[in-house]
């Protein structure tokens, strides 16, 4: 892969230890577990504070596990990008237990703009949502 | 409309009831403060738990606050619908002491489907994202 | 409006007549009835051949007078944007006789970025569909 | 697979022989060329009509061919479903002479609602465009 060869095992090592560092990761438990140029991959377990009036998790933590795939994916290559549109389909609802896995490719690394895919699973491999993205290279 | 005229107030009130003790609510911060049938509105005070990697609102954060007007305006017309598919664009990175408004105006009820707009504005009326859903009634 | 201060009414009036030009608008009888820097509306009249085995117009064909204002609109600014995101939400089925109104306003017009409403309506004013877009400037 | 197991080849026949009558196919020349419960792939060869005011094949040409792929694999199952929402990413731009081929796959067969994802690709494999799309079943 062409973009690999741009990125070293140390850059990645570094962007790893920033996103485990950043507030938000912590705050909604979102772990990135693996991380390669134009891929990522991250476990988010569902916790009680997640639920609605509904008593179903709510759509937007869903998107939240997709979104930091995403985020961690485009920014993987060496090169800082912004996510500028996202569109997610609700497939099922997740448990009240459940330890979500979202996983991101991207699937055009452009000079203006990355264009990528997620799905998010259970851990029993079920379908939850699939999303895909558009992201715009910054520097 | 006649949305409305299936809806009474009282119905409303329990409704948003409702909204105001679920737990996500709580957790996020997201306060609805306008309720009518078709229509939500939805404020976020932004966290330092919300910031990224890069120093950034998390895009993941400003989707639940859309998300969240969205699940109350197509859940607003006495019935229960739930979340399909949402697509948004993000227009501006919020600030990181910002109050986001959400709001959403459904813009087809149908019987089996609805579809649903929204917008996201920070306190000066800037926008801030631009999004909009499928949602599908059970009940 | 800092778009229209570049953009003069030669430069608006240019574009019109290759857009009047181009094969496709002919072939789908799409025409450009109205543009400004950040506008645009075209108007396009159902056919028989349009028809699909449901004996609905065709979905793709309701796209394609939303995607010509998009293309308008976005390129009416005097630089060269290629379309990369569109989203639509089909509302109602045109009847087999309707003229269909596409018209988009750009939301955002960005350095790297812009982002586009659309709505398609027949002659009665009755809503067909809703889109949002993302363009790339290029040139 | 459930969704085969209602669906004999005979429907499956009938419904190709059904499609491949239909106006809009002649018109814009798509070909069914596989279909199977949940699955369709449709090619379509580049015409120099499809041209736009940049020399481009238009985006919504691209567009009709992954909308025939989607409604002919929604519908494929023995049911009649109606496309409510559809979202594409253009990856690169067809050649003028390109055959593209367009393959769709129901990913969630719901009661309610379908969700299925798309590709198109050229005559080399070349990915054009990744769509994803939902359909509401009507009977």
Redesign the interface.
Known sequence: MSIADNVNQKDLAE?KA??E????S???GMELVELSPGYARVNMKMR???????G?I????V??AA??AF?CAV?SGGR?S????????????PGPDDVLTAECRV??KGR??D?A?MTVTNQDGK?IA?A?G?A?P?S
């Open positions: 962007f920033r996103v560092k950043e507030p938000v912590s705050f909604l009680p504070e997640y639920l609605t009036f509904n179903y709510y759509g937007g933590i998107v939240c979104d930091q985020a920014n800082t912004i996510a500028t549109q996202f569109n997610i389909h609700f497939i099922a609802g699937v055009r203006r703009v264009v895919e379908l699939t895909t558009t715009i910054i």
